[in-house]
């Protein structure tokens, strides 16, 4: 059944991701993403996933919403921008990627994503559900589709025409009807492979996904053991993530800078140079990367991601 007056709830719910400082905000009908199911499988078959295993215990949840939040009935998908030119300043030092600059993205979204849902139940009592951001069986990036946000590039992550692919994915499911965006069903890479012909290592497959166990950020971050011998001259300074294949995309071009002030790199961190990171303690990985993403990888494997690059 179809809440009354739910138009007008739609417009109130972007209203408010807006004012929370979302980018990008659509709204998707729930349902099982079944065209989706075979590419994934084949995928994962492939072992393409590497050691991320949890993509394989939850197949099923991932490609429907109602396995997650009974009765589902909508999507909201939210796009934050994290894009930083607040750079690494010091030649020759090893490399972290843009998305791990700041506070944990984790941290910075979920409150923005509680407080949304909560909005939704101060106008709609009734409703029942749950926030996502990369923490549970979610896909994602189909989501972003669905929701209007933009296409899936050539490397598998999702491009908005407006601000390109710098940004974070956070996702409402509830359980009453909304009004829908039209999913972006179109392809507006056209015939551009920079990305995959930019791509150090390979890892980037013709059919919007990533072999991971090629892929710089799954070996510096996910993958708990060294980084394989004969990936060591590819990684290019980089220790924490890779941002290559968002680097050349044309659509990054115009990228406006995040207003998300916990994204920014902190000018302890983009003045080190190579002795800092080099003589890098225990201690000092704690308090400067305590609170961010990079404080996930412990710090005998974040060292020892610094030691390779100077293989």
């Known amino acids: 059944m179809v809440t009354p007056g739910f138009d007008q709830l739609s417009v109130e719910i972007k209203e408010k991701a807006y004012k929370l400082g979302f980018d990008l905000c659509g709204i998707a009908k729930a349902r099982v993403l079944n065209e989706r199911t075979p590419v994934f499988r084949q995928w994962i078959a492939a072992g393409m996933h590497d050691e991320m295993d949890f993509l394989v215990r939850n197949t099923e949840k991932r490609l429907d919403p109602s396995s997650l939040v009974p009765g589902a009935k909508s999507v909201i998908v939210t796009g934050l921008n994290y894009y ?35 909005y939704i139940k101060t106008r709609e009592p009734s409703v029942e559900g749950r926030i996502f951001c990369d923490s549970a069986p979610v896909h994602e990036k189909a989501w972003a589709v669905e929701a209007g946000l933009g296409w899936q590039g050539r490397h598998s992550v999702v491009i908005n025409p407006e601000i390109g692919s710098f940004f974070f994915i956070g996702i409402v499911i509830v359980d009453t009807e909304l009004d829908y965006d039209y999913p972006f069903r179109k392809d507006l890479c056209g015939n551009c492979t920079v990305c995959i012909d930019e791509c150090p290592t390979g890892a980037i497959n013709n059919n919007r996904t990533i072999d991971a166990r090629k ?97």
């Open 84 to 118: 930083s030119k607040n750079l690494q300043r010091k030649e020759g030092v090893p490399v972290i990627s843009r998305y791990s600059y700041g506070k944990d993205y984790h941290d910075v979204i979920k409150p923005k994503l509680t407080e949304l849902l909560d």
């Open 215 to 311: 892929c710089i950020a799954n070996l510096t971050i996910e993958n708990k053991a060294s980084v394989p011998s004969e990936y060591l001259p590819k990684l290019g300074k980089r220790i924490y993530g890779c941002d290559r294949c968002q680097e050349v995309c044309p659509w990054n071009k115009n990228t406006g800078e995040s207003v998300i002030r916990e994204f920014r790199l902190p000018d302890e961190i983009a003045e080190m140079n190579l002795s800092d990171w080099m003589e890098l303690t225990e201690e000092k990985f704690t308090q400067l990367f305590a609170g961010s993403a990079i404080y996930r990888k412990r710090y005998e494997q974040f060292k020892e991601n610094i030691i390779n690059i100077l293989k």
